[in-house]
């Protein structure tokens, strides 16, 4: 099962015009070089992967998205349209317990830590969190044409 981001939230938008806010604002800001260090932080090191397994490394980055408010970069990287023709999605080949191949992208990283460790129903209110959120939210309200 994959997220589809083509019918997302007033909230889910407002949090990820955050992000492409920054990302036009600020100097040097890209938000996929940003989504794939957090993605390397925590699913990059094969070995740590591998002995603590896949679980453990979700729920950090969870708890780091949570914390930060940071749920428009993962939004974005739940689609790949959003970034570059060039984007380096690849992170790391994992191996299971079972010796299940599981080939790790900041794509399905975003798509797994959205439906299986955030829950849709959380989604919004995790986008709340975002830095300026109800700027972004009354923005999106005014301008119900806004697309993502």
């Not at 708890?63 to 930060?68: K, L």
Request: with cysteine; charged share 30%.
């Amino acid at each position: 099962m994959t997220f589809d981001f083509t019918n997302p939230t007033e909230y889910m938008k407002a949090a990820v015009f955050g992000v492409k806010r920054r990302a036009r604002f600020i100097e040097g800001y890209k938000p996929e070089t940003e989504l794939r260090e957090i993605c390397n932080k925590y699913f990059g090191n094969r070995g740590l992967l591998e002995d603590k397994g896949l679980s453990v490394q979700f729920n950090k980055m969870r708890e780091y998205i949570e914390e930060t408010g940071e749920i428009g970069l993962v939004l974005l990287g739940t689609d790949l349209g959003n970034f570059p023709h060039n984007y380096q999605n690849f992170i790391v080949n994992y191996t299971t317990q079972e010796y299940i191949k599981i080939k790790l992208t900041v794509e399905s990283i975003c798509q797994f830590l959205v439906l299986d460790y955030i829950g849709l129903e959380n989604v919004d209110k995790i986008c709340e969190k975002t830095h300026n959120f109800k700027d972004y939210l009354r923005y999106i309200r005014e301008n119900s044409s806004f697309s993502r």
